[in-house]
């Protein structure tokens, strides 16, 4: 079998981040023997429109289509002009082009780095393409307007099947985990009679697949302080847009940071994986950045591809990254300055690709 997986950098700290997680999936895929995977870098963010005129070329756009699996980059959108069309932000459009529907953001507290609390191991999955995020909630136009200048409007899009999808896809990550086998969706449908009403008869219609998963539900802000205060309860908790954007950053807060923070954006067809944190300008070129998350990022790309095309070199491969990354953060030697070490950027990297290509794992 051969894969073809892209690989845009992304800006700022992504090009110091994403070369390591390319490296560590090249190790671990040697060490397993496969399959065949081609790696295609392919132009976006900043550095893209400094060369070809857009952050997105539509030539990037239509080889995404081709790909298997995407690796995608923190992109700095935020300091890209805003009167240039030619400089949009890549990747909702990817994500909304791509149909890629769900975003799995999983947090794990590790012993040995610095965390809030202990045995900590949540997955928030939350619609992607829709919600409350105007830039990729319409078929056309956006759903923010300002009709004077003092008014301003965001437009709240819920859908039945979208709905119904994503919650597929958390119930089915319960069983996958097989820890407390429990989703808990979160809503506010005191306030959002309407979308949030829609969301939970949807999640509930889905809920009578999965009897042998446990469904309860909570208002966000009630499941925001206990998300703070009993995190260990929680297994797979199901949101919608905006509501999941903010609760994984607050999960990822409670084990280490954003620097520990992975996603992969997943769809019928394909996967992007995709760090949840920015491209941290702040720290750009010094080589400090933490490349964990998005290493992790592609180990669940990788874990992904495997169950989707029934390869188990591609899971072994996924399974071999997670031991190296764990062995490296237990034995503490190469970690970056965020999670309390000193060690550079590629250090890191190059200790978790070594510790793949020497692991054994069974
Ligand atoms: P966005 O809105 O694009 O997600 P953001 O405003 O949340 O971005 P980030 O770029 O994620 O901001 O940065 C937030 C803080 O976290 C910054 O101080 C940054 O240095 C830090 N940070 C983000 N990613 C990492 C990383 N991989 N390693 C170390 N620190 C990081």
Redesign the pocket.
């Known amino acids: 079998m051969k894969l073809d997986i892209a690989v845009m950098d992304g800006d700022d ?1 992504g090009h110091e ?1 994403v070369p390591e997680a390319v490296a560590v999936m090249e190790a671990a895929l040697e060490a397993e023997s496969g399959p065949d995977v081609t790696f295609h870098r392919l132009p976006a963010g900043w550095k893209s429109y400094l060369e070809h005129g857009h952050t997105l070329p539509p030539e990037t756009l239509k080889r995404l289509h081709e790909m298997h699996g995407i690796v995608l980059g ?5 300091a890209y002009p805003k009167d240039r069309p030619e400089c949009i932000n890549p990747h909702p459009i990817i994500r909304k082009r791509l149909d890629l529907f769900a975003n799995l953001r999983p947090a794990r507290s590790h012993s040995s780095l610095p965390h809030l609390h202990d045995h900590v191991d949540v997955l928030v999955i939350r619609e992607n393409n829709e919600g409350f995020q105007p830039d990729r909630n319409m078929m056309a136009g956006c759903g923010e307007f300002q009709p004077g200048p003092d008014s301003a409007f965001s437009v709240r899009v819920i859908t039945r099947t979208q709905s119904e999808r994503v919650a597929h896809e958390a119930f089915q990550a319960a069983r996958r985990r097989g820890g407390k086998r429990r989703v808990t969706a979160i809503h506010k449908r005191t306030v959002f009679k309407l979308t949030d009403g829609l969301f939970m008869d949807s999640v509930h219609t889905v809920a009578k697949e999965y009897k042998d998963i446990v469904l309860d539900d909570h208002q966000v802000d009630t499941f925001a302080m206990l998300l703070v205060m009993r995190p260990q309860e929680f297994d797979v908790v199901l949101c919608t847009n905006l509501f999941g954007d903010i609760l994984s ?1 607050q999960a990822a807060g409670l084990v280490g ?3 520990v923070a992975p996603g992969l954006n997943v769809g019928d067809a394909q996967a992007m994986a995709q ?1 949840t ?7 750009a070129g010094k080589g ?4 964990y ?1 998005m290493i992790v990022s592609a180990q669940m790309l990788l874990a992904w591809l495997g169950a989707k095309h029934h390869d188990d070199r591609l899971e072994r491969a996924a399974r071999r990254i997670d031991s190296a990354v764990e062995r490296t953060i237990s034995e503490g030697r190469y970690l ?1 300055p ?1 999670i309390g070490g000193t060690a550079s950027t590629h250090d890191m990297g190059s200790a978790i690709a070594r510790a793949c290509t020497h692991l054994l794992v069974t």
């Open positions: 700290i981040i923190p992109i700095g959108h935020a950053d940071g954003l620097g760090a944190h920015g491209s941290a300008p702040d720290i400090v950045a933490n490349p998350a970056t965020d």
